[in-house]
């Protein structure tokens, strides 16, 4: 499987007062990994990055279909416009269509880092989530990962929901180009609100870091347990 730490480098994703989201989904990440190391070591990790590094959108996909992994997970942190901070908890993505609100406004921002890439007109020219025929083409693109896609991101929120205390704001959908292109069940995680005060506070905070991590190892876990049961 692919752990993918949203953001990095020159792209420091969405910001707090104090925290960049690309600082804090990294260790996060590098938790699960110790947490799948230390308890389901039959389950390879492929990480898109481990460190503080810039890399472009179209090869985090390409990383993960390069290694025919057979699980996408990216982890990220979440914001709301300025005048918001009372919004908190998780959110899980899929990859769909139903762009409405808020749902879109996530796709929008976690699709803006196409902006920073030299030749983005160029590479990523196909790609308009308010096209109707792009629509048709993820609706396609999907149907053969949807299923897996959803139970693992119903497992994620249930697990932040009763096992680590966080607030679960559901399993949701919208058009992420770095879920378009992956050949593989893929979720996105946003794993809190870095706009909201108490939220920035705790996503910084390494005990909380390590409970998050722990859902998301358990989720994916389960996932996998389901899946080998399903194919027996």
Same mark, same amino acid.
């Given at each position: 499987?692919?752990i ?5 480098g020159k792209?420091s ?5 104090? &925290?960049k989201?690309?600082d804090?989904?990294l260790?996060?990440? &590098?938790k699960v990994a ?5 308890y !389901?070591s ?5 990480f +898109?990055?481990?460190?503080d590094?810039?890399?472009?959108l179209?090869?985090r996909?390409?990383i993960a279909?390069? !290694? ?8 990220h942190?979440? !914001?709301?416009?300025?005048?918001n901070?009372g919004?908190?908890? +998780? ?5 769909? +269509?139903k762009n409405?609100?808020?749902n ?17 007109k160029?590479k990523?020219q ?8 792009v629509?048709?083409?993820?609706e396609?693109m ?5 299923e897996?896609?959803?139970?693992? !991101?119903q497992?994620?929120e249930?697990?932040?929901s009763?096992?680590?205390g966080r607030k679960?704001?559901?399993v949701?959908?919208?058009s992420?180009?770095?879920l378009?292109?992956?050949a ?7 794993i809190?609100?870095? +706009?909201n005060p ?6 910084g ?12 190892f ?5 996932y996998f347990?389901y ?6």
């Amino acid at each position: 499987m692919v752990i993918d730490p949203g953001h990095g480098g020159k792209d420091s994703g969405t910001m707090g007062s104090k &925290l960049k989201e690309k600082d804090v989904v990294l260790p996060v990440s &590098l938790k699960v990994a110790e947490y799948l190391k230390q308890y !389901a070591s039959d389950i390879e990790v492929i990480f +898109t990055r481990k460190d503080d590094r810039f890399i472009e959108l179209d090869q985090r996909p390409i990383i993960a279909n390069k !290694a025919e992994a057979d699980l996408f997970v990216s982890i990220h942190a979440n !914001a709301m416009p300025p005048g918001n901070p009372g919004v908190y908890g +998780t959110e899980t993505y899929v990859m769909g +269509t139903k762009n409405e609100g808020r749902n879109f406004e996530v796709g929008k921002r976690e699709n803006s880092v196409i902006l920073l890439e030299e030749d983005y007109k160029e590479k990523y020219q196909g790609f308009d989530p308010e096209s109707p025929e792009v629509n048709i083409m993820f609706e396609i693109m999907q149907e053969a990962y949807q299923e897996n896609s959803i139970i693992l !991101a119903q497992n994620v929120e249930e697990q932040f929901s009763k096992r680590a205390g966080r607030k679960s704001r559901g399993v949701k959908q919208s058009s992420l180009w770095v879920l378009w292109n992956t050949a593989m069940p893929s979720v996105l995680i946003e794993i809190g609100y870095l +706009t909201n005060p108490d939220e920035e506070r705790d996503l910084g905070n390494e005990q909380v870091q390590d409970y998050i991590a722990s859902a998301i190892f358990r989720a994916i876990r389960d996932y996998f347990e389901y899946v080998k049961t399903t194919e027996n």
